[in-house]
C-alpha cells in the first residue's frame, strides 16, 4: 500500500499482440516469428494466355525485322503450334518454300528437325525454358535444299506454343559454288583414250552426253529456264545424241519434258541456225548479160 504522501501507482497496461499486414505476408516480407509466408497461386489460363499474347506480340516485329536482314534468299516462319491446321501467322519470303500466313504446319520443308521436334514437345510436356534446333538440312516440295533453324518457345507450364523457323535457300550458294569449281580447277588433265575392248557401251555414252549438258549450268532442272534448255539440247545435238535410236525420249526425260518439247527445242535451234545464213544481195545479184553487137567489146 502507498504511504501517506505518496501517489498512486497505476496498474501496468498489458501489451497487445502485433499484427502483421497481410499484403507483406503475402509478398514474403513477414517479419521473424510469422507462422508462414503465403504461397504463390499457381497460374491460371487467362494468366498463361497472357504470357503466349506478350511473346508473340515480340516475334511479331522481329519476324520482319530479321527478313530486312538476312535478304531475300532466307525464309523467316512464325507458327503458332496451338492451332498446327492453320499455324503460320507471319511469314516472309515466302516464295522460298511457296507458303502464306494461314498455312497448315505439315507445309513445310521436308526432313524438318524443327517439326519434329515441335511435335514431340507437344505430346509431352518439359521445363518452361525456351529451345533451339540448329544447323540441319531441309528440302522444299520443289527439290531445292535449304538450311534451317527453329527457335521453340514455352510457356511457364512447361507447354510449347510458338516456333520461329529460319530457312536459307541454298541454291545461289551451290550454284556459286560449281561455277567457282570449274573456274580454279587447274588440276584436271586429259583422259587417255581407251583400249577398244574397253571401248564404253552407248548407254554409257548417252548418260555422259546428258549428264555434261545438263549439268553445265549448275542449278537443279526445275530451276533451268527455257533458254538453257535449249542450249542443254543444242550440246546433246552437238556430240550427236539424237542420231541414237531413243535419244530424244532419254533426254526429255533428264530435262523433265516431254518428247515433242525436244523436238521443239530442235526446230527452234535450226530456225535460229537459218537465221544466221547470209543471202545474197540484190545489188550483187547476176544481172542478164547483154548480146553483142557489131563494133561493140563484147
Known sequence: MPTAGQPARRPAAKSKPRSIPPERVAAGRAPAGAAAVARRAPPTAADVQHEREIVFNALLPLTELLSRVVGSNVEVVLHDLSRPERSIVAITNGHISGRSVGDPILSGPKQDKGFAAAVQALSARGQPTHSIIEGYNTVTAAGNALRSTTALYRDSQGEPFAALCINADLTV??????????????????????????????????????????????????????????????????????????????????????????????????????????????????????????????
Open 173 to 298: 550458294v551451290q550454284m556459286t559454288h560449281a561455277w567457282l569449281g570449274r573456274m580454279l580447277d587447274t588440276t584436271r588433265q586429259p583422259l587417255a583414250a581407251r583400249p577398244p575392248e574397253e571401248a564404253p557401251q552407248v548407254d554409257a555414252l548417252i548418260e555422259e552426253i546428258i549428264a555434261d549438258a545438263v549439268n553445265r549450268f549448275g542449278k537443279p532442272v526445275p530451276l533451268m529456264s527455257k533458254d538453257e534448255k535449249i542450249h542443254a539440247v543444242e550440246a546433246m545435238l552437238e556430240r550427236g545424241l539424237f542420231m541414237v535410236r531413243g535419244g530424244v525420249e532419254r533426254a526429255a526425260t533428264a530435262l523433265k519434258v516431254t518428247r515433242f518439247t525436244v523436238y521443239n527445242y530442235l526446230e527452234t535451234l535450226r530456225s535460229r541456225s537459218a537465221a544466221i545464213v547470209p543471202k545474197p544481195s540484190a545489188a550483187v545479184a547476176q544481172r542478164p548479160r547483154r548480146r553483142a553487137t557489131p563494133g561493140s567489146l563484147a
